[in-house]
């Protein structure tokens, strides 16, 4: 998004968003700073994935209104620090939970290294032009094979449209490369999973609203709310799908491998690598059915292109789990 939509949304909106907490009640914080794309499921698998525990220095990189970060030292009684470039969302972070907030991108971290025990970078990755730079930096603050936590909106090819102005989403092919990149061991990923209790989204709504009320006629209100329209058509045509990932920072002169999906390097660990990618691209594959309720004049996908894509995919896993299970020193797989 240009620079003015992004200002208006982790911006303006952030403040708002705490006016409206403070008007409603603290329970009604998480939900609304947690900004929509993330949900107690997504935050609870990336918290499990990443081993957080008491005592864990977590870095949330692009806190925003520190929403994950308060739900990350509620639960699981992590000590948080928030990494947040926006001034409006850091004073919203400090008055609606209290928690350290510094201002800086993510891109230069004011930290030393390898002073933090577990990072996580929340729909951010999309919005950095240099992403490389990004995964470096929050190699660099990490301590020796401690987890990093992803919710990145990852595309299904190069080409997205409409994209939403300052948004660049990564395929899975280049984010698998650029976490490599940067020094991480892509562990683990699965598509966001849905359902959010009600609980939590009628708080986020109540919020929403209020901020709606008093701020609908502002320009800044009108500058935030233009992206979302892109990024539901994106979601529901199948272009774009929200992944969680969890990746371990890798020991200097590890050679590269799949986590704790394989113990080995060479080609073992390139098909553990493979066997991920396979699976991401055929959740996305499967997203991105033609919804029968919708004209199939607006479908942006052929149903026979799909499904011919998705038997590929599924033929492509079923040869790579063979090779797998014929590696030399692996039993039966498990689930055979």
Not at 3 to 28: N, Y
């Amino acid at each position: 998004m240009t620079a003015s939509a992004m200002v208006a949304e982790f911006d303006d909106g952030a403040g708002w968003t705490a006016d409206a907490v403070e008007q409603l009640g603290e329970r009604h914080a998480i939900p609304a700073a947690c900004r929509g794309s993330a949900n107690p499921a997504a935050l609870a698998w990336l918290a499990e994935a990443c081993e957080l525990s008491p005592g864990t220095r977590l870095l949330d990189v692009g806190a925003g209104a520190g929403g994950p970060a308060a739900w990350a030292a509620k639960r699981f009684g992590v000590r948080p620090v928030l990494l947040e470039p926006m001034p409006g969302a850091c004073r919203a972070a400090a008055r609606l939970f209290g928690l350290p907030v510094v201002r800086a991108t993510g891109e230069r971290i004011p930290l030393r290294a390898e002073s933090v025990d577990a990072a996580w970078c929340l729909g951010v990755l999309c919005t950095v032009r240099d992403k490389a730079a990004l995964l470096r930096e929050i190699h660099r603050v990490l301590a020796p094979g401690a987890p990093l936590g992803l919710l990145v909106v990852v595309a299904r090819s190069p080409r997205v449209f409409p994209s939403p102005d300052g948004n660049r989403f990564p395929t899975q092919r280049e984010l698998a490369r650029l976490l490599a990149g940067a020094g991480f061991d892509l562990t683990e990923q699965i598509a966001r999973p849905d359902g959010t209790p009600l609980s939590w989204s009628r708080r986020a709504e109540q919020v929403a609203a209020v901020v709606a009320t008093r701020h609908r006629h502002d320009r800044a209100f009108a500058l935030a709310d233009r992206p979302r329209a892109s990024f539901t058509r994106l979601f529901a045509t199948g272009q774009v799908s929200t992944q969680l990932v969890h990746a371990v920072k890798r020991a200097p002169g590890q050679a590269p491998h799949g986590g704790n999906m394989s113990t080995t390097t060479g080609d073992d660990g390139y098909e553990v690598e493979l066997e991920i990618e396979i699976r991401a691209e055929l959740d996305m594959a499967e997203s991105s059915r033609p919804d029968e309720a919708v004209p199939a004049s607006e479908w942006l996908f052929d149903p026979t292109d799909v499904q011919r894509e998705i038997v590929e995919l599924r033929n492509l896993l079923g040869a790579v789990e063979e090779l797998e299970d014929r590696s030399p020193g692996r039993g039966a797989r498990e689930d055979a």
